[in-house]
């Protein structure tokens, strides 16, 4: 009647730890970088050159954006539990969810259902254009496109494209997603440019990363931006402050006037 | 009266971002690496070729220890909300408290203020004496020392001193470290070998790291460790069967036998 | 610019303590109920003696469902982090999510969207048989029916429904729920009664809470079950042992045997 | 080997559900309230009348304390995963922990450690003393005292105590905080009155809830509140414009001007 548990994530003995196939201190420690190990519990296997440099590269995209409404509720967190940094990093990536972190997972699982419906033959360009009109048809947003700041051009989208290309990860998911950013453009008659979270979820194909886990991307990497911001508050604290002016002006429209 | 808001974690333009004074497309990606950043984001500024070594040695560390208490927790919880992968992270992060992660952050503390109240000039051997007898009086666990698995030795112990001295990064602390391992083994009358969270407070302390954060280097890695048990989850589940047969065994003494 | 931040839960002055317009210290404390003031916190008006009997009822039975996996994450993490009981409760907490406490969520989102949509004077039994033809072709599953242990019939759906007509409070949300569960029992050939999280999706929309709110009468209410459940983990531990099952059974295929 | 697992919270059979001893459907539904249950969760019994009105109380002051840290951070929270309302209540509760939940705690294990070491004849004037030279001396705050708010006198602690009283629950638990208040006024020189949270560490120690679960009531009661918040957000969101703001403020030094 029940089932065998079964995991192959790591094991141990008295003089040996195992992790996803490999032995921790003799070909792990020392030999491997922090991003590469990273690959390595995703995939199952350590990545070539090219691909440590593409993925690492995704990865650190996202570890820090400032002052995001995730490092926010992480450092007020940290000002009412500061016996515990763990649950001020949880309630930060606990913000992380559609609409931060979300988006490079649906830029993902749009280029992903997208060519595994349309087939190894499929004609890029007519399938952008069925993408952005099925969108603009229901009214839904199009993931990885556009940025409230970096309206033009987002920087990040140019250099990890580029990135892709020279290490020899640049296929048809990045096709794609640029020729709907391409198409989105001109069918909405604004630019459109794929931003950081589209380019994220195009390479993040490359690398055959299911879109399902492509927001757990953002969650390890913005774990590290967290603890960071947690260390700042601690030798800056900004959280009472925050705390005040927020209280004070939100509810000053009930509290009798003072004189 | 009030107080302006500061922090220099990031900041960007239209056409730039920066992340702790460099210029992420230009300066980081494609360049360094995600434990890089991960030391930039800690430290303020990238590492050496040997603090790049040693740092991405001891976040390695902390990645994946398998089916832990942290790890099934999450994967209970993805169990319950499919939609929120970053909930299951959380919570599984949420177990990295004062038996798990706390214990790199005592070590740390430990060699931390034993030698800053002691002195640039002190007896390493004669304050290591002292920490022993003054745990052993007041009846507290000294942190980093014994395993209930690596009993003799923890390899990873090995692993990461050999690395720390090859990498001009063993100094002070870590020499404190083994001599407490050391003069706890001979007060206790048995063995107790500098575990993998001593080796990791002690080789943070040479990176001066503040003890306050070193748990965050423990929630930083396993974070990435758990999106990647979240993924063995999807693929074959186990949480239904966990669920199962822990609800029936604790509820059986008092459900009414059905013969 | 910018847009003034107001909120209308409490205030305080230094001689009284304003929640949602009551003065807690004299109108309060001594004369209310904790469920009530879940009632007053939701709806800003204290409910009627009907509404509470109801309310309280619905909430009440949200409180405790034994050794789930929601309770079984909040003690693993405890036993990570027993510095942070409010870690282990959240972590409790973020299994509450689209499989438990959405199910009242999209029970309560079925009945309102369709009363809405087909407005007043709407024949219930069409509708219902609408709603179940709708989910049929779609192969949507039917939030609020069906259970795998009580099977035949849910107690707690008769007693919810009965306080519910005693009290003035079964109209037409209750009324679809039932009609629902009829039709869809004769359209899938098997009983499928209205389950309890069925009827609290109802009786919730009847009390005029509006169907996004739902699935957090799920999570106030296992708060509290949560913290019953640490306290009995404090108690009597059960982590180590789940630990220590789960972690040889699932790495024991990868384990070197050791004879 | 292995050690039998065993809960007693909850257990079900096809036709009942048990909570705590009791029929769920039969026995509490209609007849047991919200607050009431919480009581029988923690204490494995339904309380007296008393019992009732002073444990509703206590639970009641915790659930609403307007725009906190811990709000603004479920708040900040929703705004990034609004899939996963649990999430963002999680998050919030995260913050309730040593400073705020954490003095409810205090109080009462400095009352319970207190009374038990001084045994049942001791002389609380004596005791109460003692306590605050102890404190003074080792620099530590007393737990449950002063207020920034309520500076002269909390109006909550003044009803609590009432309540206590009035229902024969004010015993040596709840003289013995007063009495440290002001011997404590007396020591310090200013006027240091007892707060909510040291009236309801010393009620929770009356109804004989060990100091280790205090922190829990508020937890418990919290949730109810966050979920509120998460409705006034849904309704009146703030946090896109909270967040604006502190970037803006924060970044601004670094951001190079635009003229």
Not at 10 to 23: E, F, K, N, P, Q
Not at 39 to 51: I, Y
Not at 133 to 149: C, F, Y
Not at 233 to 252: G, K, N, T, V
Request: aromatic share 4%; hydrophobic share 45%.
């Amino acid at each position: 009647m029940t089932r065998k548990l079964k995991s192959d994530m790591a094991w141990s003995t008295a003089d040996r730890i195992m992790v996803r196939g490999h032995d921790l201190a003799e070909d792990l420690l020392g030999k491997v970088s922090l991003g590469d190990i990273a690959f390595l519990e995703l995939k199952g296997r350590l990545p070539s050159k090219q691909e440590s440099t593409v993925f690492n590269a995704i990865t650190v995209t996202l570890v820090e954006h400032g002052m995001t409404p995730s490092a926010i509720a992480a450092r007020l967190t940290y000002f009412g539990a500061p016996e515990s940094l763990q649950g001020a990093v949880a309630a930060g990536l606990l913000g992380i969810g559609d609409r931060f972190g979300g988006s490079a997972e649906d830029a993902a699982r749009m280029l992903q259902e997208g060519l595994t419906e349309a087939g190894p033959q499929a004609d890029l360009a007519a399938l952008a254009k069925q993408i952005v009109s099925s969108h603009q048809e229901s009214k839904r947003v199009i993931a990885g496109l556009g940025h409230p700041v970096h309206k033009r051009v987002d920087p990040r989208t140019v250099k990890l494209f580029a990135l892709a290309a020279e290490n020899g990860l640049s296929g048809r998911y990045v096709e794609l997603m640029q020729l709907v950013g391409q198409e989105a453009s001109r069918s909405f008659g604004r630019e459109l440019p794929v931003n950081a979270t589209g380019a994220i979820g195009a390479i993040a194909s490359e690398l055959e990363i299911p879109w399902r886990v492509c927001r757990g991307l953002a969650v390890m990497a913005r774990a590290i931006g967290l603890v960071a911001h947690i260390q700042e508050e601690m030798d800056e604290p900004l959280a009472a402050e925050i705390w005040a002016r927020i209280e004070e002006e939100s509810s000053s429209h009930n509290r009798p006037s003072t004189d």
